[in-house]
């Protein structure tokens, strides 16, 4: 479960050689949710939304300026490696070890994450046949295309069996099929319980995907609530509909 009261989150950029001018990008505007067990709950955002930042917030990879978040019960500041024991992670970047196998990075990450041997090798080797990975398991990353590094990622942020799974854009650059089981992945963890949280700009995945949405723009969140709640709200009949009305703008959300 995932709770996140008020937060913010503010980046500093500098321009200029000659004459430095700085200036503040506001990515989060005081943001608060709840995102339940059991549940898929999509970030649906435009271009620049603070989606990404959010979830950085998240997974503790970046702090914020204010507010809280506790996943399961654990505050990320003060109790950080117990809610990042709870966490698995698809971030925007996907860097792998390029030397090292599918394998290996899948069995590096469990390790660091405190498995012993055995049982980092048995969870590797589960995914690697859940994520129809077995022709690349021992292929060096080097060289991996799109959907190749996708898989290894995503079998990475799972390996610890983690209950809170964050996935920023989880089909982007995948072709058909590999989205295609790309969401089955994601219905099956939130079949078997996890609480599952991924952003997209592309309505249509979110629509098709998720128990609740919340629309951010601008670093606020300006709608949240199941599909039917999201058709309520904004007083009409289709889901796109919906997602115009309640962002106010179409920008970004149908590329
Ligand atoms: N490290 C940073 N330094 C400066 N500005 C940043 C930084 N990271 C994010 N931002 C700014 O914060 C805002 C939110 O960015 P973020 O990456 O969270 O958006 P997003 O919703 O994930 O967008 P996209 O769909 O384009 O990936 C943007 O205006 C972005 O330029």
Do not use: W
């Amino acid at each position: 479960m995932i709770e996140v009261i008020k937060v913010a989150k503010h980046f500093e950029t500098v321009t200029g050689r000659l004459r430095r001018v700085k200036s503040q990008v506001e990515a989060l505007k005081e943001v608060s949710f709840t995102a339940a067990d059991g549940e898929v709950t999509g970030l649906l955002g435009p271009n620049g939304a603070g989606k990404t930042t959010l979830l950085r917030i998240l997974a503790g990879v970046i702090r914020a300026d204010s507010g809280s978040v506790r996943i399961d019960g654990h505050d990320i500041e003060r109790e950080g490696a117990a809610a990042r024991r709870q966490l698995g992670l698809l971030g925007d970047a996907k860097g792998l070890y390029p030397r090292l196998s599918a394998r290996e990075n899948i069995e590096y990450f469990a390790k660091l994450q405190g498995l012993p041997d055995q049982l980092a090798a048995e969870r590797s080797q589960q995914l690697i046949e859940r994520l129809g990975m077995s022709k690349i398991a021992d292929r060096p990353a080097l060289g991996f295309s799109q959907g190749e590094r996708m898989k290894t990622a995503v079998a990475r942020a799972l390996v610890h069996d983690p209950q809170t799974i964050l996935l920023d854009e989880p089909t982007n650059g995948l072709d058909i099929l590999a989205t295609r089981a790309m969401r089955g992945l994601i219905q099956d963890l939130r079949q078997s319980g996890k609480c599952v949280m991924f952003s997209s700009h592309l309505m249509q995945e979110v629509a098709a995907l998720c128990d609740r949405i919340l629309i951010i723009h601008g670093g606020q969140v300006v709608a949240a609530g199941t599909p039917s709640d999201l058709l309520a709200q904004s007083g009409c009949d289709q889901l796109e509909d919906a997602f115009v009305k309640l962002l106010g703008t179409e920008e970004g959300l149908f590329g």
